[in-house]
Each structure stands twice: as C-alpha cells, then as structure tokens.
C-alpha cells in the first residue's frame, strides 16, 4: 500500500515561487509524478521523477519553471515552482505507480493519490 500527503500550497503573486512537498506512506513505488486540476478543466500531468535517484519528466507548460526532486532519506518528493503564472492556478495532486516508464502523460497510468493541495497565483 502507498499513501501521499501533499503539503506546501497557498497563494502567491505571479511572478513568485512555491515549493509543494508529497511525503511517501508504505512501499516505495517506482514512479512519482505532480498533476494539476484547474476549475471547470481536466487534470493535467505537470511533472515525474523515476524513483530512488531516476530521471524526470516535465510538461511542456513547466519546463524551465518548475522542478521536481526527491529527499529518499525522507521519503519526500517535491516540486519547486517559480515564476509562477495565473495559469498555474489549480490544485496539485501527488501520484505514484509502480512500473519501469515514468513520465505524467496519463492520469490513468497512476494508481495512488495524494488529497491534493489548492495553488493560487494572483496577476
């Protein structure tokens, strides 16, 4: 079994950093990844990281802006996000699998999620 809590939301101006934290419960799956939710829209991957120590994958939308990392000693994955748009409004969902492909292409391709924490950015 595999629970997540995510951590770290709030609200901030565009132009501002965040940093969302996911703690890890139980197995160590092979795959993390970020998704996002906005109002009235689909959830969209955002980030994954290949876990212990993989590579990583990013949406178009973030690539240059965000960052995804992992702390193993801690059992914590994290996205960094900076310079921040109102686009990036919605609530980010953490999410694991178990498998060899990692990247958050598909919502269906994870089995376990976080409660999702509620992001906010101001123009």
């Known amino acids: 079994q595999v629970q997540l809590v995510e951590s770290g939301g709030g609200s901030v101006q565009a132009g501002g950093s965040l940093r969302l934290s996911c703690s890890l419960y139980?197995?160590?799956?092979?795959?993390m990844g970020w998704f996002r939710q906005a109002p009235g829209k689909e959830r969209e991957g955002v980030a994954a990281?290949?876990?212990?120590?993989?590579?990583?994958y990013y949406a178009d939308s973030v690539k240059g802006r965000f960052a995804i990392s992992q702390d193993n000693a801690k059992n914590t994955v994290y996205l960094q996000m900076n310079s921040l748009e109102p686009e990036d409004t919605a609530v980010y969902y953490c999410?694991?699998?178990?498998?060899?492909?990692?990247?958050?292409?598909?919502?269906?391709?994870?089995?376990?999620w976080g409660q999702g924490t509620q992001v906010t950015v101001s123009s």
């Open positions: 999410a694991a699998r178990f498998g060899a492909v990692c990247h958050a292409k598909s919502v269906g391709d994870f089995r376990y």
């Open positions: 139980g197995y160590t799956p092979d795959c």
């Open positions: 990281i290949a876990t212990p120590g993989g590579g990583s």
